[in-house]
């Protein structure tokens, strides 16, 4: 399956200025989680470039990865049973199985609590992300069950806006 980029705007490319950003934070079982992820559009793709802090000790869930994934919805809020149920599922445009979304990344692997994670994705462009959500799920992505991975609760979120 090949995806083409679609760049709409060529004003920053290269530039190393970010054009998008997400200021992330955990939920009720994960108050001390924090971090940033920018998006930065260049000529392949956005390089989207993810610090976090205070990821769940390893032995507290399966894995030492997580999930990690731009989702449809546009806030970081919901109800009492999911907190980040306005988030919506993964942002997937082109209505692609898992693991071909446009919004399905690389998982995060906490190393000690702290993940860094930098990456270039030609999957969408900035333009296309700004007003949606970015996830932090509690397990690893299996890259295989439908519609999502199958990589648990959401422990994080942050709103993608224009930098």
Known sequence: ????????????IGS????????????????NLFGTVSFTQKLNGVLV??????LPVNDQYKSA??????????RCSGD?????AYTG???????????????DL????????????????????VDDIIGRTVIIHADAD???????GNSGKKIACGEIIKA
């Open 1 to 12: 399956m090949k995806i083409k980029p679609k760049i709409k705007n060529y004003n920053n």
């Open 16 to 31: 190393g200025k970010s054009d998008a950003m997400a200021f992330l934070r955990g939920g009720r079982d994960n108050k």
């Open 49 to 54: 470039t993810t610090e976090v802090f205070n």
């Open 65 to 74: 990865f997580h999930g990690y994934h731009i989702h449809f919805g546009s």
């Open 80 to 84: 009492e049973q999911d907190e980040f």
């Open 89 to 103: 599922g993964h942002y997937n445009p082109q209505n692609y199985p898992h693991s071909y979304h446009a919004g």
């Open 106 to 125: 690389p998982p995060l692997l906490s190393n000690n609590g702290y993940a860094y994670s930098s990456f270039l994705t030609n999957r969408f462009n």
């Open 142 to 148: 299996d890259f295989t069950t439908q519609p999502s």
